[in-house]
C-alpha cells in the first residue's frame, strides 16, 4: 500500500553463463566494454525457500533498480556463476556520455596538458647510491606522468588532454563515477518517500555483494596485455614480505586504490619512520636505567638484609592481611630503578618536543601530497551522503542565496537529535567508568586474598615469594580482566556509534566520519587509557595511615603503591595492553579474514580457480565495509596515544610502536591486495578529524608526563632528599648523598594503635618489635603532632608542583616556538601551488579566446562571403 515501483520490462533470457573464457577480463562478453562494476544477487526463482511472497518484493525492487540504471544511461550484462547456479553477476558499464555527465556534476578534476612543473625533491636526493636499494623498482613501477587539471566541464570537452576515450577517465575513476549514480539510484518510492543507494539493498540482501573488479591476480601477471597488472606490482613491490625494507610506492597506491587509501599509508609511513627517532632515543634512556641499576643505592637498601631485611612494614588491608618484610621487594626496586632514573626525565622532556616535530613536519608532507595528487580544493567539491539527500523532506530558505532548499530537518530538529546522540554517547562513557570502579574493587578485594594466602605458603627465600608479590599478582591478573573487559566494551560500542552516527545524519561522507571519528575516539580514550590513569594519578594517593585508613565506598580499603611507588604497576599495565591489543589486531585483521576466505575457496573454488572468471574471484573474496580504514586510523591513534601520554613510564614504548607499524604497514597491504575485494576509490585532502584529535594528545601528553614523574615515579623526593635532607640541618651525613633515603621516606606507626589489632600476626616472627613502618612522610609516634605530615612533605609537595609547571612551561614554549617557526605549508609547496593555478587558468583563459577568436573569424569570413555573393534578380 503506498508503493510504486518504477520497472522497465527486462528479459529474463538475458542471464547467460558465458563469458569470453579469460579469467582476467575486465570487460563485457563483446570484449570492448569495461566493467567499471559488479552487483551480485541469488536468483529467488532457485532458492530453496518457501518465502515467495519476500522473495517476489525483492525481485520487483531489483528490477525497479536495474530499470532506473539502465534509463540512466549504464549499460548491464548478467551472467551466471560457474560455481553455484543461485548466483548472478550483474556487469555494470558506464558509457563515454554518462561519464562525461556525472564527471562535470562531481567536479572531478581531469588533465588539461601535461605539467612539467611537478617535480619531487627528496632530502636524500645525495645519497641516491645509499637509498636506491630501498626504492621500489622504477623498471616495474614507472613514475606517473604529471597533468595541469581542472574540474570537467562538457562545454569545455576541447580543452582537455583527451587522446583516448577509453583511457581517459582511470578505472579508479570510472568506478568512483560508477559508484555514485548506483548510490542514487530510486529502486521504491513510498508514502512520497523515494528509496534509493546500493548500500541500503545490499544491506536488506536484494543484492549480496556490489564492488569493483581488481586489476588481476596479485600472484601472476594477466594474460591479457592491455591490462597493468596494477595489483599485482603492488603485492610485489609493496606488500609482499621481502619488501618490507622498501618504501611505499605511494602514487601506485593512489592511483589503485584512491587519494583516501593512499593518504593513510603515506601518514602511517611518516609516522613509522618519525618513531625511528624516538625508538633510538628510548632505547638510550633505557639501557641508561638498566646498567646504572646497579648503582641505585635506594634499591641496594631495599635488599640490604641489614637495612630493608629489618624494616618490618605495616599490613596493607584490616584483617587478612599480616605483617612483611620490605626485602621482598627487591626485585622489583630492582627493576623500577630501570624506569625510574634521570634518563627518563630526560625522555619525558624529548617526547614532548618529538611529538611536536612529528605533527608540524607531517602537515607539510600533508601539504606536498595534497599539491601531488591534485586535492588542494576537494572540500569545496564533496557531494551531499545519499541517505542525507533522500531524507531531504523540509524547505528553508538559504541565508546566503535567499533561495529555497530542502534539508532532512529543522534547526529545532538538529538540536534535539544533537542532544540524544551527547546523551547517549555520555551514558557509555559513564558505563565504562562503572567498570573502572569494577576493576578497582577487585583489586581490593583480591589483593586481600593473595596477601592472606601467599606468605602462609612460603618462606622468605623462595622464589616464588620472591618475584610473585601480592602486589605483582593482582597488579598482573587486573590487568588482564581490564584487557578483556576493554575489547568487550570496543566491540559493543562500534555499532552503538554507528547507529548514534547514522542517526545524526551528517550531510557529506566527511562530516559523517569526522562525526564518527569524534564519538569513537572519546569512547576508546576513556575506555584504553582510564586504567593506566588510575594507576598513575590516583592508585596509592589517598591512602590515609594505617590507624586511620580510607576507603572506597565505606567498605574497601584504598590500595597502597609498593615502597618505590606505582610506576613499575604503570609499566605492567601498558605492556599488557600495548601488546595484548596488537596480538588481537593481528587476529582480527590477519588471521579471520585468511581463514574465511579458505574456506569460502576450499567450498566453491575447489581448485578452478584458473578458469574462473575475475569477477566471482573477487566476490569469494572479504569485503572490506565502509568504515574499514576508519578501524586501521583508531588502531594508531590509540597506539599514538600509548606511546605519548605515558612514555615516561615506559620508555621502550616508541620501540614496540616501530616494530608493530612496519609489520601493520606490510600486514594491511597483504591484506588490501590479497584478501579483501577492492574498495571505491575515494577522494581525501587530508587525514581529517584525527590531526586535531593528535593535536590534543600531544598538548595532553605534555601534562601526563610531567605529573607521571611529579606523583608516580620517586625522582622527585629523591632530589628533594639529595639536596636538601641528606645533610644538615634535616640530615646526618656530611656531604650529598642519597644513603639513608628508604628509612627517611618509610614513617612509623605504634602496632598499639591499631583500630582493629587482628593484623598482629604471630606468623610473621614480629618478635619485640613494636612499630612497623609505611609509606609516607608523616611525624612519629609520641611526637606532639603524631601521624601529621612533616615538613618533608612539603617540601616534596613545593618540589613536585614548582617541577610541573617548569616542565609544562618549558616543553609548551617550544613546542609553540616549533609550531611558529615551522610553516604548515612550505615556501615552495605554496609557490607551486599559486604558479599551477596561474598557469591552468591562463591555458583555459587562452583556449576560450582562440574559442571565441575562432567563431569571430568564422563569422566574418562568412558575412565577406555574403557580401560578395552576386545578388540575385
Same mark, same amino acid.
Not at 584487557?483 to 552503538?496: A, D, H, P, Q, S
Given at each position: 500500500m503506498g508503493?510504486?515501483?518504477?520497472?522497465?520490462?527486462?528479459?529474463?533470457m538475458?542471464?547467460?553463463?558465458?563469458? =569470453?573464457?579469460?579469467?582476467?577480463?575486465?570487460?563485457?562478453?563483446?570484449g570492448?566494454?569495461?566493467?567499471?562494476?559488479?552487483?551480485?544477487?541469488e536468483?529467488?526463482?532457485?532458492?530453496?525457500?518457501?518465502?515467495?511472497?519476500?522473495?517476489?518484493?525483492?525481485?520487483?525492487?531489483?528490477q525497479?533498480?536495474?530499470s532506473?540504471?539502465i534509463?540512466?544511461?549504464l549499460q548491464?550484462?548478467?551472467t551466471?556463476s560457474?560455481?553455484?547456479?543461485?548466483?548472478?553477476?550483474?556487469?555494470?558499464?558506464?558509457?563515454?556520455?554518462?561519464l562525461?555527465?556525472?564527471?562535470?556534476?562531481?567536479?572531478?578534476?581531469?588533465?588539461?596538458?601535461?605539467?612539467?612543473?611537478?617535480?619531487?625533491?627528496?632530502?636524500?636526493?645525495?645519497?641516491?647510491?645509499?637509498?636506491?636499494?630501498l626504492?621500489?623498482?622504477?623498471?616495474?613501477?614507472?613514475?606517473?606522468?604529471?597533468?595541469?587539471?581542472?574540474?570537467?566541464?562538457?562545454?569545455r570537452?576541447? #580543452?582537455?588532454?583527451? @587522446? #583516448?576515450?577509453?583511457?581517459?577517465?582511470?578505472?579508479?575513476?570510472?568506478?568512483?563515477?560508477?559508484?555514485?549514480?548506483?548510490?542514487r539510484?530510486?529502486?521504491?518510492e513510498?508514502?512520497?518517500? =523515494?528509496?534509493?543507494?546500493?548500500?541500503?539493498?545490499?544491506s536488506?540482501?536484494?543484492? /549480496?555483494?556490489?564492488?569493483?573488479?581488481?586489476?588481476c591476480?596479485?600472484?601472476?601477471?594477466?594474460?591479457?596485455?592491455?591490462?597493468?597488472?596494477?595489483?599485482?606490482?603492488?603485492?610485489? *613491490?609493496?606488500?609482499?614480505?621481502r619488501s618490507?625494507y622498501?618504501?611505499?610506492?605511494?602514487?601506485?597506491?593512489?592511483k589503485?586504490?584512491?587519494e583516501?587509501?593512499?593518504?593513510?599509508?603515506?601518514?602511517?609511513?611518516?609516522?613509522?619512520?618519525?618513531l625511528?627517532?624516538?625508538?633510538?632515543?628510548?632505547v638510550?634512556?633505557?639501557?641508561?636505567?638498566?646498567?646504572? !641499576? =646497579?648503582?641505585?643505592?635506594?634499591?641496594?637498601?631495599?635488599?640490604?638484609?641489614?637495612?630493608?631485611?629489618?624494616?618490618?612494614?605495616?599490613? @596493607?588491608?584490616?584483617?587478612?592481611?599480616?605483617?612483611?618484610?620490605?626485602?621482598?621487594?627487591?626485585?622489583s626496586?630492582?627493576?623500577?630503578?630501570?624506569?625510574?632514573?634521570?634518563?627518563t626525565?630526560?625522555?619525558?622532556?624529548?617526547?614532548?618536543?618529538?611529538v611536536?616535530?612529528?605533527?608540524?613536519?607531517?602537515?607539510?608532507?600533508?601539504?606536498?601530497?595534497?599539491? *601531488?595528487?591534485?586535492?588542494?580544493e576537494?572540500?569545496?567539491?564533496?557531494?551531499?551522503?545519499?541517505?542525507?539527500?533522500?531524507?531531504?523532506?523540509?524547505?528553508?530558505?538559504?541565508e546566503?542565496?535567499q533561495?529555497?532548499?530542502?534539508?532532512?530537518f529543522?534547526?529545532?530538529g538538529?538540536?534535539?537529535r544533537?542532544?540524544?546522540?551527547?546523551?547517549?554517547?555520555?551514558?557509555?562513557?559513564?558505563?565504562i567508568?562503572?567498570?573502572v570502579?569494577?576493576?578497582?574493587?577487585?583489586?581490593?578485594?583480591?589483593?586481600?586474598?593473595?596477601?592472606?594466602q601467599?606468605?602462609k605458603?612460603?618462606?622468605?627465600?623462595?622464589?616464588?615469594q620472591k618475584?610473585?608479590t601480592?602486589?605483582?599478582?593482582?597488579?598482573?591478573?587486573?590487568?588482564?580482566?581490564?584487557?578483556?573487559?576493554?575489547m568487550?566494551?570496543n566491540?559493543?560500542?562500534e555499532?552503538?556509534?554507528?547507529?548514534i552516527?547514522?542517526?545524526?545524519l551528517p550531510r557529506?561522507q566527511?562530516?559523517? *566520519?569526522?562525526?564518527?571519528?569524534?564519538?569513537?575516539f572519546?569512547? !576508546?580514550?576513556?575506555?584504553?587509557?582510564?586504567?593506566?590513569?588510575?594507576?598513575?594519578?590516583?592508585?596509592?594517593k589517598?591512602?590515609g595511615?594505617?590507624?586511620d585508613?580510607?576507603?572506597?565506598?565505606?567498605?574497601?580499603r584504598?590500595e597502597?603503591?609498593d615502597?618505590?611507588g606505582?610506576?613499575?604497576?604503570l609499566?605492567?599495565?601498558?605492556?599488557?595492553?600495548?601488546?595484548?591489543?596488537?596480538i588481537?589486531?593481528?587476529?582480527?585483521?590477519?588471521?579471520?579474514?585468511?581463514?574465511?576466505?579458505?574456506?569460502?575457496?576450499?567450498r566453491?573454488?575447489?581448485?578452478?580457480?584458473?578458469?574462473?572468471?575475475?569477477?566471482?574471484?573477487?566476490?569469494?573474496?572479504?569485503?572490506?565495509?565502509k568504515?574499514?580504514?576508519?578501524?586501521e586510523y583508531?588502531?594508531?591513534?590509540?597506539?599514538f596515544?600509548?606511546?605519548?601520554?605515558f612514555?615516561a613510564?615506559?620508555?621502550l614504548?616508541?620501540?614496540?610502536?616501530?616494530?608493530?607499524?612496519?609489520? *601493520?604497514?606490510?600486514?594491511?597491504?597483504?591484506?588490501?591486495t590479497?584478501?579483501?575485494?577492492?574498495?571505491?576509490?575515494?577522494?581525501?585532502?587530508?587525514?581529517?578529524?584525527?590531526?586535531?584529535?593528535m593535536?590534543?594528545?600531544a598538548?595532553?601528553?605534555?601534562?601526563?608526563?610531567?605529573?607521571i614523574?611529579?606523583?608516580?615515579?620517586?625522582?622527585?623526593?629523591?632530589?628533594?632528599?639529595?639536596?636538601?635532607f641528606?645533610?644538615?640541618?634535616?640530615?646526618?651525613?656530611?656531604?650529598?648523598?642519597?644513603?639513608?633515603y628508604?628509612?627517611?621516606?618509610l614513617?612509623?606507626?605504634?602496632?598499639?594503635?591499631? /583500630?582493629?589489632r587482628?593484623?598482629?600476626?604471630?606468623?610473621l616472627?614480629?618478635?619485640?618489635?613494636?612499630?612497623?613502618?609505611?609509606r609516607?612522610?608523616?611525624?612519629p609516634?609520641?611526637?606532639p @603532632?603524631?601521624?601529621?605530615?612533616?615538613?618533608?612533605?612539603?617540601?616534596?609537595?613545593?618540589?613536585?608542583?614548582?617541577?610541573?609547571?617548569?616542565?609544562?612551561?618549558?616543553?609548551?614554549?617550544?613546542?609553540?616556538?616549533?609550531?611558529?617557526v615551522?610553516?604548515?605549508?612550505?615556501?615552495?609547496t605554496?609557490?607551486?601551488?599559486?604558479?599551477?593555478?596561474?598557469?591552468?587558468?591562463?591555458?583555459?583563459?587562452?583556449?576560450?579566446?582562440?574559442?571565441?577568436?575562432g567563431?569571430?573569424?568564422?563569422?566574418?569570413?562568412e558575412?565577406?562571403? =555574403?557580401?560578395?555573393?552576386?545578388?540575385?534578380?
Amino acid at each position: 500500500m503506498g508503493e510504486s515501483y518504477v520497472v522497465l520490462t527486462v528479459d529474463p533470457m538475458w542471464i547467460t553463463k558465458e563469458f =569470453n573464457g579469460k579469467p582476467d577480463s575486465l570487460f563485457f562478453n563483446d570484449g570492448q566494454r569495461r566493467i567499471d562494476f559488479v552487483l551480485v544477487y541469488e536468483d529467488e526463482s532457485r532458492k530453496e525457500t518457501n518465502k515467495k511472497g519476500t522473495n517476489e518484493k525483492q525481485r520487483r525492487k531489483r528490477q525497479a533498480y536495474e530499470s532506473n540504471l539502465i534509463c540512466d544511461g549504464l549499460q548491464l550484462e548478467a551472467t551466471r556463476s560457474l560455481l553455484d547456479d543461485k548466483l548472478v553477476f550483474v556487469k555494470v558499464h558506464a558509457p563515454w556520455e554518462v561519464l562525461c555527465t556525472y564527471a562535470e556534476l562531481m567536479h572531478i578534476k581531469l588533465p588539461l596538458k601535461p605539467n612539467d612543473l611537478k617535480t619531487r625533491f627528496s632530502a636524500f636526493d645525495g645519497l641516491n647510491w645509499f637509498t636506491k636499494v630501498l626504492r621500489v623498482d622504477e623498471t616495474l613501477i614507472k613514475p606517473e606522468q604529471e597533468f595541469f587539471t581542472a574540474p570537467f566541464e562538457k562545454d569545455r570537452m576541447n #580543452d582537455f588532454y583527451i @587522446q #583516448d576515450k577509453d583511457t581517459f577517465f582511470n578505472p579508479a575513476t570510472r568506478s568512483r563515477i560508477v559508484y555514485f549514480i548506483l548510490s542514487r539510484i530510486k529502486y521504491q518510492e513510498r508514502e512520497n518517500i =523515494n528509496k534509493f543507494g546500493i548500500n541500503k539493498l545490499v544491506s536488506s540482501g536484494i543484492y /549480496k555483494a556490489a564492488f569493483p573488479l581488481h586489476d588481476c591476480n596479485f600472484s601472476q601477471q594477466s594474460e591479457d596485455p592491455s591490462c597493468p597488472n596494477e595489483r599485482y606490482l603492488l603485492y610485489r *613491490e609493496w606488500a609482499h614480505p621481502r619488501s618490507i625494507y622498501k618504501k611505499q610506492p605511494l602514487d601506485l597506491i593512489r592511483k589503485y586504490y584512491g587519494e583516501k587509501i593512499g593518504i593513510y599509508f603515506a601518514w602511517l609511513g611518516y609516522y613509522t619512520q618519525m618513531l625511528l627517532l624516538a625508538a633510538v632515543v628510548g632505547v638510550a634512556c633505557f639501557l641508561y636505567g638498566y646498567f646504572n !641499576q =646497579n648503582n641505585c643505592t635506594w634499591s641496594k637498601e631495599v635488599c640490604d638484609p641489614e637495612i630493608g631485611g629489618k624494616i618490618i612494614m605495616c599490613p @596493607q588491608c584490616d584483617r587478612l592481611c599480616s605483617f612483611w618484610n620490605l626485602s621482598i621487594t627487591c626485585e622489583s626496586s630492582k627493576k623500577l630503578c630501570i624506569f625510574d632514573s634521570f634518563g627518563t626525565l630526560i625522555f619525558a622532556v624529548f617526547m614532548g618536543v618529538w611529538v611536536t616535530l612529528f605533527l608540524e613536519f607531517w602537515k607539510r608532507r600533508q601539504a606536498e601530497l595534497e599539491y *601531488e595528487w591534485d586535492t588542494v580544493e576537494l572540500q569545496q567539491e564533496e557531494q551531499a551522503r545519499p541517505e542525507y539527500e533522500a531524507r531531504c523532506t523540509h524547505v528553508v530558505i538559504n541565508e546566503i542565496t535567499q533561495e529555497e532548499e530542502r534539508v532532512p530537518f529543522t534547526t529545532c530538529g538538529k538540536c534535539i537529535r544533537i542532544a540524544l546522540c551527547a546523551s547517549a554517547v555520555f551514558f557509555w562513557i559513564l558505563l565504562i567508568i562503572a567498570s573502572v570502579i569494577g576493576i578497582i574493587v577487585y583489586r581490593l578485594s583480591v589483593f586481600i586474598v593473595f596477601s592472606a594466602q601467599l606468605p602462609k605458603h612460603f618462606n622468605g627465600t623462595d622464589p616464588i615469594q620472591k618475584y610473585l608479590t601480592p602486589q605483582t599478582a593482582t597488579s598482573i591478573t587486573a590487568s588482564i580482566i581490564s584487557f578483556i573487559i576493554i575489547m568487550i566494551l570496543n566491540t559493543i560500542y562500534e555499532k552503538v556509534a554507528i547507529m548514534i552516527t547514522n542517526f545524526e545524519l551528517p550531510r557529506t561522507q566527511t562530516d559523517y *566520519e569526522n562525526s564518527l571519528t569524534m564519538k569513537m575516539f572519546l569512547f !576508546q580514550f576513556v575506555n584504553y587509557y582510564s586504567s593506566c590513569f588510575y594507576i598513575a594519578f590516583f592508585k596509592g594517593k589517598f591512602v590515609g595511615y594505617p590507624g586511620d585508613p580510607v576507603y572506597w565506598l565505606g567498605k574497601y580499603r584504598n590500595e597502597e603503591c609498593d615502597p618505590g611507588g606505582c610506576l613499575l604497576e604503570l609499566t605492567t599495565q601498558l605492556i599488557i595492553i600495548m601488546g595484548g591489543k596488537a596480538i588481537w589486531n593481528n587476529i582480527q585483521e590477519v588471521l579471520l579474514p585468511w581463514i574465511m576466505n579458505l574456506i569460502g575457496r576450499y567450498r566453491t573454488v575447489s581448485g578452478s580457480e584458473k578458469n574462473t572468471p575475475r569477477w566471482e574471484q573477487d566476490y569469494h573474496l572479504q569485503p572490506m565495509g565502509k568504515l574499514g580504514l576508519f578501524y586501521e586510523y583508531l588502531e594508531m591513534i590509540i597506539q599514538f596515544g600509548f606511546v605519548t601520554l605515558f612514555v615516561a613510564s615506559f620508555p621502550l614504548a616508541p620501540l614496540l610502536a616501530l616494530v608493530n607499524n612496519i609489520l *601493520e604497514i606490510r600486514v594491511d597491504a597483504w591484506k588490501l591486495t590479497t584478501q579483501y575485494r577492492r574498495m571505491v576509490p575515494q577522494k581525501a585532502q587530508d587525514i581529517g578529524a584525527w590531526q586535531p584529535i593528535m593535536q590534543g594528545i600531544a598538548i595532553l601528553a605534555v601534562v601526563t608526563n610531567a605529573m607521571i614523574i611529579a606523583f608516580t615515579s620517586d625522582m622527585i623526593p629523591r632530589l628533594v632528599y639529595y639536596w636538601s635532607f641528606s645533610v644538615p640541618p634535616y640530615g646526618d651525613h656530611d656531604h650529598y648523598t642519597m644513603e639513608g633515603y628508604i628509612n627517611n621516606s618509610l614513617s612509623v606507626f605504634n602496632i598499639m594503635d591499631f /583500630k582493629n589489632r587482628t593484623q598482629e600476626n604471630p606468623y610473621l616472627g614480629l618478635g619485640s618489635h613494636t612499630t612497623c613502618r609505611y609509606r609516607d612522610f608523616r611525624y612519629p609516634p609520641g611526637h606532639p @603532632q603524631e601521624y601529621k605530615h612533616n615538613i618533608y612533605y612539603w617540601h616534596v609537595i613545593a618540589a613536585k608542583l614548582a617541577f610541573i609547571i617548569v616542565m609544562e612551561h618549558v616543553i609548551y614554549s617550544v613546542k609553540f616556538f616549533i609550531s611558529y617557526v615551522i610553516p604548515d605549508v612550505s615556501k615552495t609547496t605554496k609557490s607551486k601551488i599559486k604558479r599551477e593555478k596561474y598557469l591552468t587558468q591562463k591555458l583555459l583563459h587562452e583556449n576560450h579566446i582562440k574559442k571565441n577568436l575562432g567563431v569571430i573569424v568564422e563569422k566574418l569570413v562568412e558575412g565577406a562571403a =555574403n557580401h560578395l555573393r552576386p545578388k540575385s534578380e
